[in-house]
């Protein structure tokens, strides 16, 4: 995912210039050529750094569930194929994994290096690995542990739907999977999420309830726009307007606000693309916020979470 690269251009590119002269798809000052940074203005990523906080910022049940997680499967060497500003890994780090963590946004990535640069005297943060990397290059990006690959590879935070469909086709997305999937070993796990896009697509809006990874009390408000292209949804947008500290005049606190937008995958057809990825050799489970997920139950889950463990 790495921002300089380049997507097969003319018809990407034409593709977002068509939605762009409809609606804006991002913060002004975000690039929009290549693999889209949609925090490449550094504004949105040092006010997305204060939404979701530190380690202490995430929910105790996400933690627990992680951790259990994965060392029910085991695992050691985890790659974060989607690490932002690195609160994940560094939780991970603390509790005593072996951490390679990559993004595409050097301006998320710079919160990470310096959390490591300033807890560099402790072995494990010493060790840690941190790097820009591209999805779709993933592969020749990301060297490989011995024994075939990661025990688990995790991309969470709705952080997958934030690359594009610029052929339309979905063809990127294919071959970011592929790619992802590539990095786990033979028994090692995938850990991937969405938003219910379902919902979204469905109503107009996400559904209610607090956000199941971070306790952030900087959200004041999160409007929800869907895009269509030839009456089929093509792009999701939310507008995040943030109480600030500090930002306002005399150091009050003051308002920001930031549009980000996401491809909506909706459940279906994203289990179809994971279990391509996999060439069908996977055990998949789906988890709605955590919980074992029924199709039709009542509870409508903010987040579809999948774990797909690799089979030989």
Not at 56 to 69: D, F, N, P
Request: net charge positive.
């Amino acid at each position: 995912m790495r921002s300089r690269s380049r997507w097969p251009r003319r018809q990407g590119q034409a593709r977002r210039r068509m939605v762009d002269s409809v609606y804006r798809t991002r913060s002004l000052g975000v690039a929009a050529e290549g693999l889209p940074d949609q925090y490449a203005d550094g504004e949105a990523a040092r006010v997305w750094q204060l939404y979701i906080g530190d380690t202490s910022s995430r929910t105790a049940e996400y933690k627990a569930w992680l951790l259990a997680l994965l060392r029910q499967h085991g695992c050691q060497r985890v790659l974060d194929v989607a690490c932002g500003t690195g609160v994940d890994s560094i939780m991970l780090v603390e509790e005593g994994f072996n951490v390679t963590s990559v993004d595409a946004s050097d301006k998320m990535l710079k919160y990470a290096l310096k959390e490591r640069w300033n807890r560099r005297h402790d072995p494990a943060f010493d060790k840690w690995v941190i790097e820009e990397a591209n999805w779709m290059t993933l592969d020749k990006d990301v060297p490989q542990p011995p024994g075939g690959g990661f025990d688990a590879v995790i991309c969470l935070g709705n952080s997958f739907a934030h690359l594009p469909d610029c052929k339309g086709d979905q063809s990127e997305h294919r071959l970011a999977l592929r790619n992802i999937a590539s990095m786990v070993r033979s028994g090692g796990v995938l850990v991937i999420d969405h938003r219910n896009y379902d919902h979204i697509l469905r109503t107009g809006c996400a559904p209610p309830g607090k956000n199941i990874y971070y306790k952030s009390d900087l959200t004041k408000d999160v409007t929800t726009s869907v895009l269509t292209v030839n009456n089929k949804a093509h792009m999701v947008t939310l507008d995040y307007t943030l109480q600030v500290p500090g930002t306002g005049q005399s150091g009050s606190p003051g308002l920001s606000k930031f549009r980000l937008s996401y491809y909506p995958h909706c459940l279906a057809s994203f289990t179809e693309l994971l279990r391509t990825a996999f060439g069908g050799k996977c055990q998949h489970t789906v988890l709605g916020d955590f919980k074992p997920y029924k199709p039709g139950q009542a509870y409508v889950p903010c987040y579809f979470i999948h774990v797909l463990k690799k089979t030989a």
